[in-house]
């Protein structure tokens, strides 16, 4: 087991950046991949990036590809998700997940990430 706390979220105006991070429990020996998700009212969850802990691989999906950048240090077993040139669409709440095999069975609780003037 595995436990995710995230933490970074808040305010921004448009164009501003936040960096949100998630901290593990333990370390991510097991994990096959960490990713970020949000869900934005009234939206699916969406994945919107990923990194493998033992390659450190990304993806990305397209609406933030040159704008977030995921990281993560195993060292301080956090993950990272770099923010910028944030936009309004953006706001949602971001969850920190992590599998093991296909199935994302580690979640944090999420943090409020709100682009607004």
């Known amino acids: 087991q595995v436990q995710l706390v995230e933490s970074g979220g808040g305010l921004v105006q448009p164009g501003g950046s936040l960096r949100l991070s998630c901290a593990a429990s333990?370390?991510?020996?097991?994990?096959?991949?960490m990713g970020w998700y949000r869900q934005a009212p009234g939206k699916q969850r969406e994945l919107v990036a990923t990194?493998?802990?033992?390659?450190?691989?990304?993806t990305y999906v397209n609406s933030v590809k040159g704008r977030f950048t995921i990281s993560m240090d195993s060292a301080k077993k956090t993950v990272y998700l770099q923010m910028s040139s944030l936009r309004p669409e953006d706001t949602a709440v971001y969850f920190c997940?992590?599998?093991?095999?296909?199935?994302?069975?580690?979640w944090g609780q999420g943090t409020q990430v709100t682009v607004s003037s």
């Open positions: 997940a992590g599998r093991e095999t296909s199935v994302w069975n580690y």
């Open positions: 990194i493998t802990p033992a390659g450190g691989s990304k």
């Open positions: 333990r370390s991510f020996f097991s994990i096959n991949v």
